[in-house]
């Protein structure tokens, strides 16, 4: 019930390509879903999340899609760069940062 | 947006001794959190540090092998305690500015228990 899958566990792009990583959650109760970037040796950070009123929600070259139905999400990074390349997790929860679930993480690698 | 900071970064430390990890937020939060990162793995909520009060802890986590103080807005500590080798993992303290917010992220405790 409170599982967030996230898939793929590894991800190779090259510069300037799409990189896109999926989440699916279990809890429809569930009503926030933030993305976390996080670099060798560092705390995660907040990339960009959406609640569910809203199908997709896009900041610069990093575009989140939802699907309630689907209980899915997805994130999109335009013109993948090598500094793109980080662990990024998903995460959902109810109402805001508490209790935070995690996605098991993605690991992405942008080749120049 | 908060400025988390977190001591000590990494240690070493031997079975059967504890370690306790301070975790510092640049301005007063509403919500702190601790968070266990096992190497390779997802981040697990290990309890709410609760201002005044004892904090909440999750399933699979107790007060007596992770008690966890909250002094006042901006402090927190976590103490790993009677440490064994599968308590090597890396440990985050977490703060929610206000309710509904986004969580920020200390930089991590490295933990390595021999």
């Known amino acids: 019930q409170q599982q967030v899958k996230q898939s793929p566990q590894s991800l190779i792009v090259q510069k300037g390509g799409i990189s896109i990583i999926n989440c699916a959650y279990e809890?429809?109760?569930?009503?926030?879903f933030p993305w976390y970037q996080q670099f060798p040796g560092k705390g995660p950070a907040l990339l960009i999340a959406?609640?569910?009123?809203?199908s997709e929600k896009k900041e610069g070259r990093f575009t989140i899609s939802f699907n309630k139905s689907a209980k899915q999400f997805s994130l999109h990074i335009m013109d993948s760069q090598p500094g793109d390349s980080a662990t990024y997790f998903c995460?959902?929860?109810?109402?805001?940062?508490?209790?935070?679930?995690f996605g098991k993480g993605t690991k992405l690698t942008v080749n120049p | 947006s908060a400025v988390i900071s977190q001591k000590p970064s990494r240690d070493i430390c031997q079975r059967g001794t504890s370690l306790t990890i301070q975790c510092q937020v640049d301005?007063?939060?509403?919500?702190m959190f601790w968070y266990r990162q096992q190497p390779g793995q997802s981040l697990t909520l290990i309890a709410t540090?609760?201002?005044?009060?004892?904090?909440?802890?999750e399933s699979g986590f107790v007060i007596d092998k992770f008690p966890i103080s909250r002094p006042n807005l901006t402090f927190s500590t976590l103490t790993v305690s009677n440490m064994s080798p599968e308590d090597s993992s890396i440990y985050l303290c977490?703060?929610?500015?206000?309710?509904?917010?986004?969580?920020?992220f200390g930089q991590g405790t490295r933990l390595t228990v021999v």
């Open positions: 977490s703060a929610e500015v206000q309710a509904g917010s986004e969580a920020f």
């Open positions: 809890n429809t109760a569930f009503d926030y």
């Open positions: 959406i609640r569910p009123d809203v």
């Open positions: 995460a959902a929860s109810l109402g805001g940062s508490e209790k935070l679930v």
């Open positions: 301005s007063q939060v509403t919500m």
């Open positions: 540090a609760n201002q005044g009060s004892e904090a909440t802890y």
